[in-house]
């Protein structure tokens, strides 16, 4: 952020003539952290705000805040409920990446919107409202959004993956698909990018706001419809949109509120795609771990929920296994013995001992952001008890597969799978590597498969 709480407070302050009042940061997004506070002013009252700052790693390009305010206008002006917009970085002596916009109240966490009885009124609102508020973004011509870039969809993935050293023959499948299966372009419109349950900020009687407008482009409207859509953004919800609602319901209110009829296999290609496109989310954020430039224990942990998104990919496309098979790698070897001169307690003895303290004492005595890192880390560790116990014999049949289609390790083929070597037939080879997500899952987060619908 390059900049203190205090120096914060201070140019706010002076930007907007008021003083700062409970600056508090609410969260840290890969690209942008996002804090509240009040403006006191010369009346005596208090006006509640929204800072959003870019973090200044080049991860949101320059000038991307001045077309975030032009499409929160233009949205505003549509009928899409959102925040509006205070002031802009780059005028009235705000840094260039900065955003000020009203703070509305509303709930994020879609866990809660999905299940707590508050939230039923707006679940049953909530599919006609995003159908209304998808067809608003998209009525917005893209042309007079001066700035707002076109993205092929297709461009992104294959070059971030070998920009990080990742190997993923399931994700090179993937991509694979999608350009054999790409149908016809669609008429361009401006697209949200980033339309999901978690950005959208909801009350009592549903929609308040759509939040998070920092991927918006010109593309496809499907691409909102199947984004949304994607298994990643219904923690758990049973329904198909969001975890609160279905497909023919949402393209109703799409269309009735002035959006083009489309068609729901294009929505069925945009859900692959986001598949594909959240797993590489997700090794990008698990990389700015290991790479040092963000310690943080969520960041490694999502590193290993790329393979919900392979399992995501080929259960859309037909070629997942059964689930769970209890033993997929029957006949392989036990865990590790204990080796000399370590003794005991084990690693496992180790792992576990710090799990139970972890469950036991700290999530039991912390509340907040302290508890659900400690939520993180007990599931990290719980990982690593799986990989302990499952992980020789996963690992064996792995190599088998990979033998069984000719080749000796992931890299090979991953070259093959792009230079085009599967293109005629690639069900024997889908299947393996839905096998292999499958497995890679029964680590990682075996609850994962236990509701395999799509």
Known sequence: ???????VSAVLGRALGGTVVGLRPLSGGASRITSSFDLAVADGTEKPLILQQDRGDRTVPSGRVQIEAALLEAARAAGVPVARVVVAGGTSGLPPGWLVVDRLEGETIPRKILRD??????????????????AAIHSIDPAAIDGLPPRDPLADPIPYLDGLGEVRPALELGVRWLEAHRGPSAARVTVHGDFRNGNLLVGPDGLRAVLDWELAHAGDPAEDIGWLCARAWRFGGPGRVGGFGDLPALLESYAAAGGDPIDPHRVTWWEAYAAVKWAVICALQASAHLSGATRSVELAAIGRRVCESEWDLFTLLGLAPAVPDPTPAAGSASPSPVMAPFGRPTAADLVEAVREYLERDVMAGSEGGARFAALVA????QTVERQLELGAAIAQAHVRRLASLGFDDDAALAMAIRSGTFDDDWRDLGVALATSARDQLLVANPSYLEDATT
């Open 1 to 7: 952020m390059g900049h203190g709480h205090d120096e």
């Open 117 to 134: 009885p508050e939230w039923s009124g707006a679940r049953a609102a909530l599919t006609a409202q995003c159908g209304q508020a998808l």
């Open 378 to 381: 007990r599931n990290a560790l």
